[in-house]
């Protein structure tokens, strides 16, 4: 009950040492495989940023049962009982932002996913190396913004308001791969560059409450068609310009 609490109140739960260290290895061996993945059409899907520098993974746990399980067993059922409601995966990502990549504008998730009647999404937060503010950690304004969508430039950037993102107070969250974080799908967030020579890696694993079913799939379908990794594009075609609900903030191209 004082874990559902924070979250209601804050938006945002942070859960150090979360993890066994032999875990957080786990973690890492994780990120390592998929950063390895080569791009292949209908399977998961890839995107880059500057050119060939690879930013995301998105649907990847059909393709790798070991990681699928660790999700199961060690996520799934501990965010469960946290927020005291049975749930579905909605989607799945891993983020990489290598030395000198760029940051995601502050913004909020729900804008992204509100054709999926959805009234919330609780997005989990795993680390696959230390997330400092020197290689831009993730960076919230907690507060009770539930239900609440902020006002937004007016050029489809997906970035909150400069006059609102002044208002608000922000908080730099350093974590390690040990950590867990949980935000809902309101509460404002973004990350700096990564002003270091290493990589940060950070999963996402977005759930909605199962009362509300099961979209898994069918975000994925129109993901791939709206936004496609590059592999699968057309020649000519604005992907920007079409899925730009699913490139929020983002750096992504």
């Keep these: 009950m004082f874990y559902k609490n924070v979250l209601d109140k804050d938006g945002l739960l942070l859960l150090k040492n979360f993890f066994t260290e032999e875990e ?20 998961w899907m890839i995107y880059f940023e500057n050119g060939k520098k690879k930013s995301r993974i998105e649907n990847f746990l ?11 067993n060690k996520i799934h059922t501990n965010i469960e009982n946290i927020i005291e409601s049975k749930l579905n995966l909605f989607k799945e990502k891993l983020n990489w932002k ?21 009234k919330i999404f609780y997005n989990v937060a795993i680390f696959a190396n230390n997330s400092t503010k020197e290689n831009g950690c993730l960076e919230f304004s ?16 997906g970035k909150i308001s ?59 379908i129109k993901k791939r068609m709206e936004f496609p990794p590059d592999i699968e594009r057309e020649k000519g075609k604005n992907y920007n310009s079409l899925g730009n609900k699913y490139n929020l903030a983002n750096p992504l191209k």
């Excluded at 957080?24 to 399977?43: Q, R, T, W």
């Design 162 to 220: 400069q006059e609102i993102e002044n208002k608000l107070k922000w908080e730099k969250i350093e974590t390690t791969p040990r950590d867990l974080v949980i935000f809902d799908s309101f509460v404002p967030h973004r990350s700096d560059k990564n002003y270091t020579k290493n990589s940060r890696r950070i999963f996402y694993f977005t759930y909605n409450l199962k009362e509300e079913g099961d979209f898994h799939n069918c975000y994925i």
């Design 142 to 157: 907690k507060g009770n913004y539930k239900y609440n969508i902020l006002d937004y430039e007016s050029n489809n950037s």
């Design 98 to 118: 290598y030395g000198g990549g760029d940051g995601f504008k502050s913004h909020q998730d729900h804008p992204a996913f509100n054709d999926f009647p959805c």
């Design 62 to 72: 059909n393709y790798n049962s070991e990681l699928k399980n660790f999700v199961q």
């Design 24 to 43: 957080s290895n786990k973690i890492i061996e994780f990120a390592d495989e998929l950063e390895n993945y080569p791009e292949e059409k209908g399977k």
